[in-house]
């Protein structure tokens, strides 16, 4: 088979582009303005260039000479989304949208076959449906036809409950089908990967799992901590009352908590070994080993992520955290490189060249957000 080749804009640390190249794609080159992302994308992919700036400063000049005028069939990536996150304000006009126009720019000159953006659920919220839309509908005036789907990744083997929004286009016309889920609660479905299961494949000499940077030096902390028990946490104030002696609970005022006297996200909240993770974020203090009384190492959360304990993350323990969270889980880019390559070998012409958004279970999507530009699928 000949060489499938991909550039991965925004690429952080490089997860997408691990997953896209265990279906049997090759990157060409990955751009991010981290330098400790950086330095991890290069370090794991060692035959691929690298672009360390601002994107714009990408010109059509350094992008050919950095993809040696190979063939590119393949622009990937997730622009900054901070802006359309649903944890956040989720402001449409943040200026970091716009990043999305340097992505088009980049698309423009390579003219690969495909297209994936990877975002935030929120980007299919009604709040963002201009900028979606605007997506959408730019890509299809090159000559694109595009899908775009909510996908959790658990469902590929990922052992955490991660929901992204995809994006996929192709110029060749072709119905693309993304992929069907391989791990679930259905009889034909082998069961989700579970932390527990996950952990056992590290080794204590791996890389990036050194206990030290997971000690929790709180003592008050750690008292907290060493009363939850597995897979518990303190969301309530009952949670408090049925874990904590009085002097350990946390200053807070539950009469004034909104969210009907709840936090929005679980405090001191251990991770669960006979389940999936929640979703992994950027900074260590989210969630608890399951049994010992400390933070998860940053190559636990990796495992928990599905990248392979040989991917080594450069940079302070802060910097590894924050590439791991934000980063596209490998086996979730795995399932879409074959999805890819499913869609070629099919060669399945689509029935319509607009724009359509697959609905799926793992998202309530708005109905009222489609124009009648758009096309509806039910997963």
């Not at 952990?199 to 060493?226: M, W, Y």
Request: charged residues 30%; contains cysteine; positive net charge.
């Amino acid at each position: 088979m000949s060489k499938f080749n991909f550039v991965d804009l925004f690429c952080g640390a490089g997860g997408l582009s691990c997953g896209l190249e265990m279906s049997g794609m090759t990157c060409v080159l990955g751009t991010d303005q981290d330098k400790a992302a950086i330095d991890t994308f290069q370090k794991n992919h060692p035959d691929a260039q690298t672009f360390e700036d601002d994107i714009s400063k990408l010109t059509k000049a350094k992008l050919k000479k950095a993809t040696g005028g190979k063939k590119i069939h393949l622009v990937c990536g997730g622009p900054p989304c901070q802006g359309m996150s649903t944890a956040g304000l989720g402001i449409p006009d943040d200026p970091r949208n716009f990043l999305f126009l340097e992505f088009v720019r980049v698309v423009q000159e390579l003219k690969p076959d495909y297209v994936i953006l990877e975002n935030v659920t929120g980007m299919v919220g009604k709040k963002n449906k201009n900028i979606l839309d605007a997506i959408m509908h730019r890509f299809s005036e090159l000559g694109y036809v595009m899908s775009t789907k909510v996908l959790s990744a658990e469902h590929y083997g990922v052992p955490q409950r991660r929901r992204r929004t995809i994006v996929v286009g192709n110029k060749k016309g072709y119905e693309f089908k993304f992929p069907e889920p391989k791990f679930g609660e259905k009889k034909n479905l082998p069961a989700y990967v579970t932390v527990g299961k996950a952990f056992k494949t590290i080794r204590k000499k791996d890389e990036n799992n050194d206990l030290k940077s997971a000690v929790i030096k709180n003592e008050i902390e750690l008292k907290r901590i060493g009363l939850i028990p597995e897979g518990k946490g303190i969301r309530y104030h009952d949670d408090e009352k049925q874990y904590w002696p009085k002097k350990l609970w946390l200053d807070i005022d539950w009469s004034k908590v909104t969210e009907n006297h709840r936090l929005r996200e679980i405090q001191y909240h251990r991770l669960d070994r006979k389940t999936v993770s929640p979703t992994i974020m950027t900074g260590r203090y989210t969630y608890y080993h399951p049994t010992e009384d400390r933070h998860l190492t940053p190559r636990e959360a990796a495992t928990i992520m599905s990248f392979p304990n040989d991917f080594v993350f450069e940079g302070s323990v802060a910097q590894q955290w924050r590439q791991i969270g934000n980063a596209v889980a490998p086996l979730l880019g795995k399932a879409l490189g074959k999805a890819i390559f499913d869609t070629n070998k099919k060669k399945k012409k689509a029935k319509t060249k607009q724009p359509r958004i697959v609905k799926s279970k793992a998202f309530d999507y708005e109905d009222d957000m489609l124009d009648e530009n758009h096309a509806i699928t039910d997963f």
